[in-house]
Protein backbone atom coordinates (compact mmCIF):
# COMPACT_ATOMS: atom_id res chain seq x y z
CA UNK A 1 0.00 0.00 0.00
CA UNK A 2 1.40 3.72 -0.74
CA UNK A 3 -0.18 6.40 0.96
CA UNK A 4 0.30 10.15 -1.15
CA UNK A 5 -0.48 13.13 0.63
CA UNK A 6 -0.56 16.37 -1.65
CA UNK A 7 0.45 19.72 -0.27
CA UNK A 8 0.86 23.21 -1.44
CA UNK A 9 -2.09 24.23 -3.56
CA UNK A 10 -3.88 27.55 -3.12
CA UNK A 11 -4.93 31.22 -5.23
CA UNK A 12 -2.40 32.74 -6.98
CA UNK A 13 -2.15 35.27 -9.94
CA UNK A 14 -1.29 34.36 -13.55
CA UNK A 15 1.88 34.71 -13.94
CA UNK A 16 3.03 33.62 -10.62
CA UNK A 17 4.02 30.39 -9.24
CA UNK A 18 3.00 27.70 -6.44
CA UNK A 19 5.29 24.60 -5.83
CA UNK A 20 2.99 21.36 -4.56
CA UNK A 21 4.18 18.71 -3.08
CA UNK A 22 3.44 14.99 -2.72
CA UNK A 23 4.69 13.17 0.10
CA UNK A 24 4.57 9.17 -0.35
CA UNK A 25 4.72 6.71 2.38
CA UNK A 26 4.05 2.75 2.73
CA UNK A 27 6.02 0.48 0.28
CA UNK A 28 9.11 2.24 -0.77
CA UNK A 29 9.26 4.97 -3.46
CA UNK A 30 11.63 3.84 -5.99
CA UNK A 31 9.57 0.91 -7.92
CA UNK A 32 7.38 3.25 -8.93
CA UNK A 33 6.30 6.03 -11.20
CA UNK A 34 4.99 8.95 -9.70
CA UNK A 35 2.58 11.82 -11.78
CA UNK A 36 0.31 14.57 -11.71
CA UNK A 37 -2.88 14.76 -13.06
CA UNK A 38 -5.18 17.72 -12.55
CA UNK A 39 -9.33 17.91 -12.92
CA UNK A 40 -10.80 21.60 -13.71
CA UNK A 41 -14.57 21.70 -12.88
CA UNK A 42 -16.80 19.89 -15.90
CA UNK A 43 -13.43 18.58 -17.44
CA UNK A 44 -11.89 14.97 -17.04
CA UNK A 45 -9.18 14.46 -15.25
CA UNK A 46 -5.79 14.66 -17.24
CA UNK A 47 -2.32 13.62 -17.11
CA UNK A 48 0.26 16.76 -16.25
CA UNK A 49 3.47 15.54 -15.55
CA UNK A 50 5.53 12.11 -14.62
CA UNK A 51 8.47 10.99 -13.03
CA UNK A 52 10.43 7.34 -12.35
CA UNK A 53 11.36 7.77 -8.55
CA UNK A 54 15.08 7.33 -10.19
CA UNK A 55 14.35 10.59 -11.66
CA UNK A 56 15.61 9.04 -15.21
CA UNK A 57 12.32 9.47 -16.86
CA UNK A 58 10.41 12.34 -16.95
CA UNK A 59 7.08 13.55 -19.16
CA UNK A 60 5.14 16.35 -19.24
CA UNK A 61 1.89 17.51 -21.04
CA UNK A 62 2.28 19.51 -23.88
CA UNK A 63 0.50 22.36 -22.05
CA UNK A 64 2.66 22.53 -19.18
CA UNK A 65 6.04 22.17 -20.53
CA UNK A 66 8.87 24.83 -20.17
CA UNK A 67 6.79 26.35 -17.41
CA UNK A 68 6.47 23.21 -15.01
CA UNK A 69 9.16 21.11 -13.49
CA UNK A 70 9.23 17.95 -10.97
CA UNK A 71 11.87 17.15 -8.66
CA UNK A 72 11.97 14.65 -5.70
CA UNK A 73 13.76 14.27 -2.29
CA UNK A 74 14.53 10.86 -1.80
CA UNK A 75 15.37 11.78 1.80
CA UNK A 76 11.39 13.35 2.56
CA UNK A 77 9.87 10.60 -0.34
CA UNK A 78 8.73 13.70 -1.42
CA UNK A 79 8.09 14.83 -4.81
CA UNK A 80 7.34 18.38 -5.92
CA UNK A 81 5.40 20.65 -8.88
CA UNK A 82 6.82 23.53 -9.42
CA UNK A 83 4.36 25.36 -11.61
CA UNK A 84 6.17 28.70 -13.03
CA UNK A 85 3.79 31.31 -14.79
CA UNK A 86 0.48 29.98 -14.42
CA UNK A 87 -2.35 30.67 -16.90
CA UNK A 88 -6.07 30.77 -15.55
CA UNK A 89 -6.59 27.25 -17.35
CA UNK A 90 -4.20 25.83 -15.15
CA UNK A 91 -6.71 26.16 -12.36
CA UNK A 92 -8.16 22.59 -11.51
CA UNK A 93 -7.34 20.30 -8.83
CA UNK A 94 -4.44 18.66 -8.60
CA UNK A 95 -3.94 14.93 -7.54
CA UNK A 96 -0.47 13.27 -7.36
CA UNK A 97 -0.79 9.29 -8.81
CA UNK A 98 1.61 6.41 -8.36
CA UNK A 99 1.64 3.40 -10.53
CA UNK A 100 4.46 0.93 -11.27
CA UNK A 101 4.02 1.45 -15.25
CA UNK A 102 4.09 5.01 -16.84
CA UNK A 103 0.57 4.45 -17.57
CA UNK A 104 -1.16 8.13 -18.24
CA UNK A 105 -4.76 6.11 -17.93
CA UNK A 106 -6.63 7.60 -15.15
CA UNK A 107 -8.74 4.17 -14.67
CA UNK A 108 -5.25 2.02 -14.28
CA UNK A 109 -3.73 4.03 -11.94
CA UNK A 110 -3.33 2.18 -8.80
CA UNK A 111 -2.64 5.05 -6.24
CA UNK A 112 -4.23 8.39 -5.97
CA UNK A 113 -3.65 11.57 -3.20
CA UNK A 114 -6.76 13.37 -1.95
CA UNK A 115 -5.81 16.26 -4.37
CA UNK A 116 -4.99 20.44 -3.73
CA UNK A 117 -6.57 22.89 -5.24
CA UNK A 118 -4.81 25.39 -7.44
CA UNK A 119 -6.85 28.83 -8.24
CA UNK A 120 -4.97 30.97 -10.73
CA UNK A 121 -6.90 34.31 -10.87
CA UNK A 122 -6.67 36.77 -14.23
Known amino acids: QVTLVESGGGLVQAGGSLRLSCAASGRPPNVYFYAWFRQAPGKEREFVAQ????????AFADSVKGRFTLSRDDAKNTMYLQMNNLKSEDTATYYC???????????????WGQGTQVIVSS
Open 97 to 111: AADRTMTRIVSQIEY
Open 51 to 58: IHWSGRTT
